[in-house]
């Protein structure tokens, strides 16, 4: 029997020689070993998400957890925000105060410098200084110190003041004993973030900052969060007063009444509760309300939170309560006789109008990403649903009437649901059998719109490709010949009459302009893919104009999206990589390809150049790719507009204008 390489032994493949080369170009002066805060300076995404605004106030985050800490342990009742005029943002609370005896285990640091400049140090490993915690467990507090050009903690403890400044994650001395201080306790962390990371241009914002300080006083009813801002950044925001203080005992249910406002509700009260003080196995708050008006641009409005920390993206513990509001409108409906018409209800529909707040206090949670966005312990959805189940019946059997209210209005959005979903499989199959060019659109086995995608490739040997390339049950395709109309400047007759877009709109199930229904989309994303050169771009432009102008909502919604293919492959020996563009390229040949041996550098001419397995690997499968949602922020809508007008319209001068302003911009590929 024939043996393939995979099989023989290591020996066989390659000869002494290629060997003894091998293990030469790797040797112990290959590895790199980063001290201290090294880390966090070189690669700050690994450790807060990115260096954008939201990293950048994801610092304020971090310092501001550690003080709702010392809050939820119940030995702080204050906490203070102040952002200065010159970009400093300090954090006081009246805590414990951070630990200033000799470390035992670094005999010459205080505890606090430890703290401040060691990854993974803190009190929150064990449960005896820290029953819960929100903060990163020891690597909080000192990313921001590493982060900042500038910080300095002050510590008030037993009567005397302490304090140590940093610079860049580095102390700048020893720490001071600066005397008495028979008034105050606590710790005072006041910091500037570096523009070397964040950009010289980079700032806080006192309305975000406002918002993310009043909504952690709402999950710890106990505390109160004074607010101060400099007079001078506050001038232009009519919204955002100089000085405030955020006192919520009703907790997550005045939450919940400052977020309806005059709403119109489904019932009258707002089902609220919390559980007693934790007895090991967690404590919950929760706050659930249902309004027809909808909030803002959604139709629901649900928010979670894990020992203080905002879960962006959910989780277990949104489960739990998605679970028992479900479990107890299908109870009720058995109770009252209508438990065949609420027997398709689902979650989904339970929480189609619903405003939602839950806040879980637990033991070493665990998040999905260091920013901590999703909650994974699996027993978070027990937890929060054995709290709010009971409360919940009880709920619905203390007010029938209304509970029959809201029992209705459920059945209702899941009977809504439904009669979108057959007409949507209707349309469908409407589709498939009108498009005038049989077999282009190679259309995804799944009939419902939900987790499905339209790929709208560019020429024909991309579309052969991304056919092999796709996952069948839920990815559709569909090639189109060269560029689109650029409908922009074209008339209302030649857009009406273009082969290209007729199939577009007829492929996606939904008329254009006016005639545009969202509820039609026979799928739930539609992604633009094409190749990743100026041509490529070029198309993807008029793709887009085309969406803007003409099916909006998709933009409004968020379910228009860019696919990323690569543009170059670089190989050493068995290590292959994807670059996007030049600038990618140059940063890996600079950080993943340091060893001996020739680097190969290929350029792909297009999709259609690239292997089915390459370009599923690195464009469609959603587990290895990256996409790139196009919106339009509705707040710069005038200027979105005269961009469009001036890129895509008729008139050419305004065009050269243009890039006679911006040529300083533009970088030549010579």
């Known amino acids: 029997m024939a043996t393939s390489n995979a099989q023989k032994p290591q020996d066989e493949l390659f000869s002494a020689k290629q060997q003894i080369a091998a293990e030469n170009s790797y040797s112990a002066k290959d590895i790199e070993v980063l001290e201290g805060l090294e880390p966090v300076r070189l690669r700050p995404g690994m450790y807060i998400g990115g260096t954008d605004d939201r990293a950048l ?22 906490i203070e925000v102040e952002l200065d005029i010159d970009g400093y943002l300090s954090v006081t609370d009246n805590g414990r105060g951070i630990p200033v005896d000799p470390h035992p285990k670094f005999k010459n640091q205080s505890a606090l410098e430890v703290i401040m400049t060691t990854l993974h140090s803190g009190g929150k490993f064990t449960s005896d200084a820290y029953a819960t915690s929100g903060g990163l467990h020891g690597v909080g507090v000192s990313v921001v110190n590493a982060l900042s050009d500038d910080l300095i903690v ?35 962390i006041r910091f500037h973030p570096d523009p070397e990371i ?15 300080a009043r909504a952690k006083a709402y999950l710890q009813p106990g505390v109160e969060i004074r607010w101060k801002c400099a007079p001078e950044l506050v001038k232009d925001l009519e919204t955002i007063p100089e000085e405030d203080v955020f006192h919520f005992p009703g907790g997550l249910a005045d939450f919940l009444k400052s977020t309806m406002g005059n709403k119109v509700t489904i019932t009258p009260e707002i089902f609220s509760g919390r ?106 959805a027990r937890i929060v649903e054995n709290a709010v ?27 809504e649901r439904m009669r979108r979903r057959r007409a949507r499989d209707v349309s469908r199959k409407a589709a498939t059998r009108k498009l005038r060019l049989p077999g282009k659109l190679a259309d995804c086995s799944d009939k419902k ?29 569909l090639p189109l010949k060269g560029k689109i109309l650029n409908v922009e400047s074209a008339t209302a007759e030649k857009i009406a009459r273009n082969a290209e877009i007729n199939d577009l709109s007829t492929a996606l199930g939904v008329g254009i302009g006016r005639k545009f229904n969202p509820d039609d989309l026979r799928y739930e994303r539609v992604i633009i ?21 003409f099916m909006p909502t998709l933009l409004d919604e968020g379910r228009l999206y860019m696919a990323m293919p690569p543009l170059f492959r670089i190989t050493q020996g068995n290590k292959s990589m994807y670059a996007n563009d030049e600038e990618h390229k140059e940063l890996l040949l600079e950080t993943e390809f340091t060893g001996r ?38 707040d710069n809508r005038p200027t979105t507009e005269a961009l469009v007008e001036t890129l895509m319209g008729k008139h050419a001068d305004l065009r050269y204008q243009f890039i006679q302003e911006h040529a300083q911009f533009v970088e030549i590929d010579t």
């Open 597 to 634: 041996g020739k680097i190969e550098i290929g350029r792909f001419k297009g999709l259609g150049e690239m292997m089915p397995a390459q370009l599923k690997v690195t464009t469609m499968d959603p587990a290895t790719r990256t996409l790139a949602r196009i919106v339009v922020d509705p």
């Open 449 to 477: 719109a939900e987790n499905t995608e339209i790929f709208i490739v560019e020429g024909e040997s991309a579309g052969g490709s991304a056919k092999q390339a796709r996952n069948r049950k839920n990815q559709a395709i």
């Open 154 to 188: 002050e510590v008030a403890r037993s009567r005397q003041l302490y304090r140590q400044t940093f610079k860049k994650g580095v102390a700048q001395g020893k720490l001071e004993k600066l005397g008495p201080t028979p008034n105050r306790r606590g710790t005072k």
């Open 389 to 415: 189940r009971d409360p919940f019946d009880h709920w619905l059997a203390g007010s029938p009437k209304e509970a029959t209210k809201l029992l209705e209005w459920v059945i209702e959005k899941a009977d």
């Open 57 to 78: 106030h994801h610092l304020f985050a971090e310092v501001l957890d550690n003080s709702m800490d010392e809050a939820v342990a119940g030995h702080a009742n204050r």
């Open 198 to 212: 964040f950009g010289p241009k980079a700032h806080f914002k006192p309305a975000r900052l406002y918002r993310m």
């Open 529 to 549: 893919m094409t190749d990743a050169d100026v041509d490529g771009a070029h198309i993807a432009a008029l793709l887009i104009t085309f969406f803007y102008r």
């Open 275 to 380: 559980t007693k003080q934790d007895t090991g196995h967690g404590r919950v708050e929760w706050a659930v309300s249902w309004s027809p008006e909808g909030f803002g641009d959604a139709d629901s409005y649900v928010r979670s939170y894990c020992n203080t920390i905002p879960t962006l993206s959910g989780g277990t513990h949104e489960q739990g309560l998605r679970s028992a509001l479900t479990k107890g409108l299908r109870a009720y409906a058995d109770i009252t006789g209508m438990g065949k018409k609420a027997a398709a209800v689902t979650p989904d529909d339970v929480m189609n109008t619903a405003g939602a707040l839950v806040s879980l206090f637990i033991r070493d949670p665990e998040f999905q990403g260091q920013t901590k966005d999703r909650l994974s312990n699996s027993e978070a």
